[in-house]
């Protein structure tokens, strides 16, 4: 079995971890930490999905060409991680039915990290 962990690099992990806390839920680890600042937390989201979100360090860093697919199974889950991202984000495509069975959209949440969702339908709607 294999897991892939988004690693998402952000200049304040604390911020970082109470919009991303908001928008996915999930249990937050901290990894490192020095001086009560936070500088690598994993947020278990499931026990499939866990974000590693990590300071910059002081180090120039941009998520511009970060695209990460998202995929649930539960259409209010997918409204709540959409809404909780465009607060201070850009939802450049919003949430609706496309041609492939599907409500999708898109944000490209303030650190510049693009989320695409997607959740599959069942049946029509």
């Known amino acids: 079995m294999m897991q892939l962990s988004p690693f998402i690099k952000v200049d304040d992990v604390d911020e970082a971890v109470k919009i991303y806390k908001n928008a996915f839920s999930g249990e937050v680890k901290i990894l490192n930490e020095t001086s009560g600042r936070r500088l690598h937390v994993e947020l278990h989201v499931n026990?499939?999905?866990?974000?590693?979100?990590?300071?910059?360090?002081?180090?120039?860093?941009?998520?511009?060409?970060?695209?990460?697919?998202?995929?649930?199974?539960?259409?209010?889950?997918?409204?709540?991680?959409?809404?909780?991202?465009?607060?201070?984000?850009?939802?450049?495509?919003?949430?609706?039915?496309?041609?492939?069975?599907?409500?999708?959209?898109?944000?490209?949440?303030?650190?510049?990290?693009?989320?695409?969702?997607?959740c599959f339908l069942n049946e029509t709607v």
């Not at 199974?73 to 496309?98: F, I, N, R, V």
Request: net charge negative; aromatic share 10%; with cysteine.
């Open 47 to 118: 026990a499939k999905v866990i974000l590693h979100i990590s300071s910059t360090y002081g180090k120039e860093c941009h998520n511009d060409n970060t695209n990460i697919i998202l995929t649930f199974d539960d259409l209010e889950a997918q409204q709540q991680a959409y809404e909780a991202l465009s607060k201070s984000g850009d939802p450049h495509m919003p949430l609706q039915k496309t041609f492939f069975n599907a409500i999708h959209g898109q944000v490209k949440d303030q650190f510049g990290v693009n989320w695409l969702m997607n």
